[in-house]
């Protein structure tokens, strides 16, 4: 009986060795599967067909895109057609970009940025409640509180008055929101909800975009989801975050990748339009001088590569000449970019982290992770700056004309998992504007005291690098 067992054993090392060497995985991810399937047989099996299992996404991918192939090329006509032809040279991070990710390129946006919840949540009602045609919806987590409900509430007034109204969100993040009996409501009052891979399979693919596009002219996206804690903050504590409402040719943009993601979430009978795509990219009235571009991942949007974020910040990163300023409540970065912040800081470039001092949730974890990766820049001049309340924005400041503004955090999950976007602006007035806005954030934070960060106890360090094996979940 002992033989055979070790016949299985043996046999299912092999198979083990199989899924993990073709699953196109980097090494450093192949190591930590194989320890997890050698050691936990049966455990490690499930939880890499829930969470490590990349060749089955890229099946899905290609199924899901040859299923609605035609909307897909109608979708990318109408973008190319409709876009704004400038007569501007691009610089080559906008060349990278079209390159790389199919990002078109207009030149005719305005913006407005808001860094809390409350202006950002009044200014959207009122452009959701003026819409005529038709509002797009799309939220990684919505909350059934004073704030979901004001927007499901505007959303069937709408849908009521005959605006084709769309809802999308992400199934796990609204798993413990209690949000759903506000969807039935709209689905009653005519509007269309749809949860994103609500199946246990896709567990470990999320979509982490915000978005809202009215009569597809007018754009929202940034890091703040749909709830009261946005507006507000949670037990005293301030929340910071970054939105922006976008208006002008790169509103196209955001629309077609709402498009794109309501289309992929159709798993039987019709997408749901009432009208051809192309209704739903007006002409631009765009009044603004803003140059921008979009840049979005995703299983099955546009863009068909997984590491369009990871590339791109990448590419940006290691573009810096002067000064890099980031904003990001979780820190697990990819190793290239690991390696290129602290390359950059010991060249002499001004490289600060504005990170959060407070979770809302798993905060020992994301801690013990975020200082694991920390401790590879000491000693580099990388400054690290911890926010006295919850630090939510996903921003990156380049040099004096470059800035980034989305749904990216940096860490493994947003550079190489979950479906995420950022908007690119190359605008001095702009980045001169965001900096005066981060230096604030700066004032109100406490900076990382490397001599006291390298005297924490060897069971402090011990904990951080055996979180750190889960960072990918982070």
Not at 23 to 30: L, S
Not at 144 to 150: A, K, S, T, V
Not at 296 to 308: M, T
Request: proline share 3%; glycine share 8%.
């Amino acid at each position: 009986m002992r033989q055979v067992l070790s016949l299985i054993y043996i046999g299912y090392l092999f198979f083990v060795m199989l899924i993990i060497f073709f699953g196109g995985k980097k090494p450093t991810q192949r190591f930590s599967w194989l320890l997890a399937l050698t050691f936990l047989p049966g455990i490690g099996l499930i939880l890499y067909l829930l969470f490590g299992s990349e060749g089955y996404w890229t099946y899905k991918r290609r199924q899901i895109r040859q299923r609605h192939k035609g909307l897909f090329l109608e979708l990318d006509e109408i973008l190319q057609r409709g876009n704004n032809l400038s007569h501007r040279e691009l610089s080559p991070v906008q060349q990278f970009h079209t390159q790389w990710c199919g990002s078109m390129f207009t030149d005719d946006n305005a913006v407005e940025i808001f860094t809390n919840g409350k202006p950002k949540f009044q200014r959207l009602f009122e452009d959701l409640r003026a819409a005529k045609d038709h509002i797009h919806v799309q939220y990684f987590t919505i909350h059934n509180d004073p704030i979901g409900r004001e927007l499901i509430e505007i959303l069937k007034e709408k849908a009521s008055q005959g605006v084709e109204v769309k809802l999308l969100y992400d199934s796990f993040g609204c798993f413990m929101t209690f949000v759903r009996p506000l969807f039935w409501e709209l689905k009653r009052a005519g509007g269309h909800v749809r949860g994103i891979r609500p199946y246990a399979r896709a567990l470990n693919y999320r979509n982490h975009r915000k978005l809202v596009i009215v009569d597809g002219s007018i754009g929202y996206l940034g890091g703040m989801n749909l709830g009261e804690r946005y507006a507000t903050g949670v037990k005293g504590m301030e929340w910071r975050d970054t939105h922006i409402r976008l208006t002008g040719g790169g509103v196209h943009d955001l629309q077609q990748i709402f498009m794109s993601d309501w289309i992929a979430s159709t798993r039987k009978g019709k997408i749901g339009f009432r009208r051809r795509l192309r209704h739903y990219f007006p002409a631009s009235q765009g009044e603004g001088d803003l140059p921008i571009q979009t840049i979005a991942n995703g299983l099955y949007n546009k863009s068909f590569h997984q590491d369009v974020i990871n590339l791109s910040y990448f590419n940006l990163i290691t573009s810096t000449k002067e000064r890099l300023w980031i904003q990001t409540p979780y820190f697990s970065p990819s190793e290239p970019i690991l390696q290129s912040l602290k390359t950059l800081a010991l060249r002499g470039v001004d490289v600060r982290i504005i990170t959060s001092s407070y979770y809302t949730f798993g905060g020992l974890f994301h801690h013990n992770i975020k200082n694991y990766y920390l401790r590879h820049l000491v000693d580099s001049g990388v400054r690290v700056f911890r926010y006295k309340g919850i630090m939510h924005a996903k921003t990156m400041l380049i040099d004096d004309e470059r800035l980034c503004i989305g749904t990216v955090n940096l860490n493994f999950r947003s550079l190489e998992r979950d479906d995420e976007l950022f908007v690119y602006c190359e605008s001095s007035d702009l980045n001169r504007l965001y900096a005066e806005i981060l230096r604030t954030d700066a004032a109100r934070s406490e900076e990382l005291d490397y001599v006291k960060f390298r005297k924490q106890t060897l069971l402090s360090r011990a904990l951080e690098a055996v979180v750190s094996l889960f960072s990918p979940l982070s």
